[in-house]
């Protein structure tokens, strides 16, 4: 079985300052990890996504996240929050090696971004 | 989204009545997705699809039913609906050369409240 584990609810940051949204995952095997992002009343946008290579992963909008298989995470990170960041953000997972393409989510981490 | 709608978008139903709501794709993709969004526990599979007539159960499958009998429509019903049912419904598509890597685009989503 798969899974994803989001263990904070919610990341405040300020406007111009660092941040980290956490994931941790576990598979039998090895992992496709993605990174969605939803803003109010929308459907989930893709970010980012490693498949294979290299462990640092660049997507969209200044996100990158970085692949750390001895602990199974693929935090979410960018360098310099902006107030438009603030949504909801999922990481997903998927078995590498298996026929099953169904995602696996996480419970969600609302990022708010201060001015 | 571009290449994906969900029917309706807002829909207010009563208890024990049956519904459908319905996604529509355009990109020919061979896989199609239902998940459900509740507050504290991300997105949930309900059914999913690898193609047309080929469907199979999610996590949280019980009172739900889909059908594809083309390529471009997934349905989904909710054979006698319940409170419990009441979520926002979304549907996502996947498939090769969509540059995603296996990630999925999603629709924007299905708004259902069982009174």
């Known amino acids: 079985a798969q899974s994803v584990a989001q263990p904070e609810d919610q990341v405040n940051v300020a406007e111009g300052n660092p941040l980290t949204v956490k994931c941790t995952y576990s598979v039998s095997g090895n992992p496709y990890l993605f990174w969605y992002v939803q803003y109010p009343n929308r459907g989930l946008q893709f970010l980012l996504k490693y498949i294979t290579g290299d462990n640092l992963v660049k997507g969209s909008y200044g996100f990158e996240a970085e692949f750390n298989k001895s602990q199974t995470s693929f935090h979410l990170k960018k360098p310099s929050a902006l107030v438009s960041d603030s949504a909801l953000y999922f990481c997903a997972v998927r078995e590498k090696d298996t026929g099953r393409r169904a995602l696996t989510f996480g419970s969600g981490t609302r990022l708010q971004v201060q001015p | 989204d571009a290449g994906i709608t969900q029917s309706p978008r807002h829909k207010v139903t009563e208890t024990g009545t049956p519904v459908t709501l319905r996604c529509h794709q355009t990109e020919n993709h061979r896989y199609m997705y239902w998940y459900r969004q509740d507050p504290g526990h991300g997105l949930r599979l309900i059914h999913y699809?690898?193609?047309?007539?080929?469907?199979d159960k999610g996590e949280v499958s019980d009172g739900y039913s889909v059908s594809r009998s083309k390529t471009e429509d997934f349905l989904l019903t909710l054979e006698s609906a319940t409170s419990s049912q009441t979520s926002v419904y979304f549907c996502?598509?996947?498939?090769?050369?969509?540059?995603?890597?296996?990630?999925?685009?999603f629709g924007s989503g299905t708004r259902l409240t069982v009174v």
């Open positions: 699809s690898y193609g047309v007539k080929d469907t």
């Open positions: 996502a598509i996947s498939g090769s050369g969509d540059g995603l890597g296996f990630g999925y685009t």
